[in-house]
């Protein structure tokens, strides 16, 4: 199936616009598939059942070589402008037979400076002549209305003139628009002509990229002695529907060739990224940053700590996170948004991803270290301690408790016996050992219980830590799942990427083989098998 080169170009512009706005792509990297022509290629003439569209064949050259009497000569009559005329002249002519029913004119070729006039030769019925003005006019209107002309354009006929085959101007424009057309060279006014001038212009040709171009001999002068004949005959003879339609698709292949390129050459702008390497970048970049504002933070966090120990409220003051610590995160992002440049990586697009992370950093870190501290400060200390100070509590109530049943069993048995002998039962010294008892029963696990309570400020400060720490791996967190969603749009690209590729491989043809034909053409822009 071949593709639309109009649809397909819009196609990949769109791509490219798209990648330009998000900053993947910067417009200086864009400039080849921009610059290529998107003038619509539908033909000017309208085809029949039987034939191709109309050859589409165009006088190029400077002023003064003659173009116009050469057309006059080969159309039979005076249809262009010659001699004194031809310097002022703004419009081009468009010679056709009678039959062929001209569409309807894109917009961006100028109408206002088009001249129609038909024939009625069935010789030349499928040859469209083109008469445009001078390349090397010193009117600028002139040169664009050339230009504007050039896309539909199928067979270029470069006339130069003994004196000025060597124009600057007109070489210019050969060696720009070389490859996107078939070419024959006519050395006019050839009763002035050298044969060396000949051989001359032969190698300049061969040296702009044509091996063995069709050149000929021609004057306007009767009874003149030239090529003219081989010309007329060659013109019949590419004008054939078998010839028109290879030109014709050989010109449609260059453009699809050419658009290949610029998205080839896009294609290894891509490949060059380096996620890989920015991914280890940012984590060595992250870890320093990260270990400078958890020393940076550690006095701010004691005295948060204190004063939360201290506070009613239990409620954090929010300037943990201060503009110290905002700069030091600042200055890792935008170290990584240079690492990025340094991997051939876009860094607009990553800068506006970690902006989020810039802007969310301070409410991270005050949720997360004033969730962690009150969790803290719930349960203080580790569960060891904690278990330590269940134990402590119980023994506070069972010890005492024990010592008063053990001393009141004393006072018991000793009254019992006391009452059997006679004798009293008590003596100061077991009343003060049973004080001792009991008080130290209770002392003891009092004492104990209040060494192991946890303080409320180191508390605070693990709290605040740990919080910190999570604070720290959630914007982490963040800044990886920002690089790896420019990861995911880049693929995306890519393959949005290779499907224009492949339809714009799949819509060259073929290859002329025909070696008549390819002497109209210039060799380095011949497309290549794949």
């Known amino acids: 199936m071949a593709y639309d080169y ?32 998107s003038q619509d290629q539908d033909p000017l003439f309208a085809a029949d059942d039987q034939n191709a569209p109309a050859l589409i064949v165009a006088f190029f050259g400077g002023t003064g070589v003659g173009k116009s009497s050469l057309l006059n000569r080969l159309a039979g009559e005076a249809i262009a402008k010659v001699g004194i005329e031809r310097p002022t002249s703004r419009e081009v002519t468009l010679y056709h037979h009678h039959s062929l029913t001209l569409q309807q004119l894109p917009s961006s070729l100028p109408l206002a400076d088009i001249r129609i006039r038909q024939h009625h030769d069935p010789q030349h019925r499928q040859l469209v002549w083109i008469d445009m003005p001078d390349i090397d006019s010193i009117d600028a209107h002139n040169r664009q209305l050339v230009r504007s002309w050039l896309p539909h354009i199928d067979l270029l006929i470069y006339v130069v003139s003994p004196e000025r085959y060597r124009d600057r101007k007109a070489w ?3 060696q720009a628009e070389g490859g996107k057309h078939a070419w024959l060279f006519v050395i006019n006014q050839w009763d002035r002509g050298q044969a060396a001038q000949f051989d001359d212009l032969k190698q300049q040709l061969s040296l702009a990229g044509f091996s063995d171009p ?7 002068l009767e009874n003149s002695t030239d090529d003219f004949a081989e010309l007329v005959s060659r013109l019949q003879l590419i004008s054939g529907q078998c010839q028109r339609l290879q030109l014709q698709q050989h010109q449609q292949d260059l453009r699809h060739q050419q658009l290949r390129q610029a998205l080839q050459h896009l294609s290894q702008v891509l490949k060059q990224r380096d996620y890989d390497g920015l991914r280890n970048l940012s984590q060595a970049s992250w870890e320093k940053s990260a270990a400078i504002l958890r020393q940076g933070l550690s006095w701010p966090i004691q005295q948060l700590a204190k004063n939360l120990a201290e506070s009613i409220t239990g ?11 905002q700069s030091r995160l600042e200055d890792c992002l935008d170290d990584i948004c240079l690492q990025a440049a340094q991997c051939n990586m876009p860094a607009r697009p990553l800068r506006s991803a970690l902006l989020s992370v810039k802007t969310q950093a301070g409410k991270t870190v005050s949720h997360y270290t004033e969730l962690s501290a009150r969790h803290a400060m719930i349960k203080p200390g580790n569960r060891l301690q904690r278990s330590a100070l269940l ?18 069993y004393q006072v018991f048995a000793g009254y019992y016996l006391s009452t059997q002998q006679t004798q009293a039962y008590l003596g100061s010294e077991f009343a003060i050992h049973s004080g001792l008892l009991i008080g130290l029963s209770w002392l003891i696990p009092f004492f104990l219980h209040q060494k192991l309570q946890p303080s409320l400020e180191s508390a605070a400060l693990n709290g605040l830590h740990k919080g910190l720490d999570q604070a720290l791996a959630h914007i982490k967190g963040n800044i990886d799942q920002q690089l790896e969603q420019q990861l ?43």
């Open 214 to 220: 069709l050149l000929f001999k021609t004057s306007c």
């Open 315 to 325: 409620k954090p003051p929010a300037n943990l996170w201060d503009d110290w610590a």
């Open 6 to 37: 109009s649809s397909l170009l819009h196609a990949s512009r769109h791509w490219v616009e798209q990648l330009i706005a998000d900053g993947y792509l910067s417009p200086e990297q864009c400039t080849d598939l921009m610059a290529l022509d």
């Open 172 to 174: 210019q424009l050969l």
């Open 391 to 408: 134990i402590t509590a119980v023994a506070e109530t069972l010890l005492p408790l024990a010592a008063m049943t053990v001393v009141g």
């Open 488 to 530: 995911t749009g880049h693929l995306q690209y890519q393959q949005q990427l290779q499907q224009l590729l492949a339809a714009s491989q799949s819509a060259i043809v073929h290859k002329i083989t025909d070696a008549d034909l390819n002497r109209l053409l210039l060799n380095k822009n011949q497309l290549i098998d794949n």
